[in-house]
């Protein structure tokens, strides 16, 4: 091969799979209810048009034992824990708010991709797929309402 294809493939290479050419930090607020229980096991995570799963954005709540009461991001992501590594944290407390940013790409944005969360409180009942929001610019910054335990769930866009 001739060495200028090569330096084209590397270069397009490149570009494509380096986060930071093409990517924004999209930040997720979540307001929990006070909905009387213990913290709130939360998983927010991407889908795409079909529903299938694309990937974890935050996990909150660390004990795996209780990750499968997050059932729709369980059965999608195949509960994969290494899918985890560098995006989990405390469970979150009944009227708290959780706060997480993630690098998504450019063209995730306005193209059929959800930012998806599933909730679960231990002694409660589970809440699969709580708030569903579809990933475009005209819902960034637009509260979204959950079923028992979010009240409200947004993200912004730099």
Sequence with gaps: M???FLTLV???CALTLSPSAHS???TLTAQLKNYGGDGAYLAV???DAKGAYVRTLWVAGGKAKYHKHLSDWYRLSAGDAKR???VTGASVGAGRTLKVSADL???LIDASYDIRIDA???DMRDS???VRIPLTKSNAGKPQAGKPYIQSASFQLP
Aim: overall charge negative; hydrophobic content about 40%; proline content about 8%.
């Design 2 to 4: 001739s060495q200028t």
């Design 10 to 12: 590397a270069t397009a």
């Design 24 to 26: 924004r930090p999209v």
């Design 45 to 47: 995570y991407l889908t």
């Design 84 to 86: 985890l590594d560098g």
């Design 105 to 107: 790409a450019d063209a």
């Design 120 to 122: 679960a409180a231990e």
């Design 128 to 130: 699969p797929s709580e």
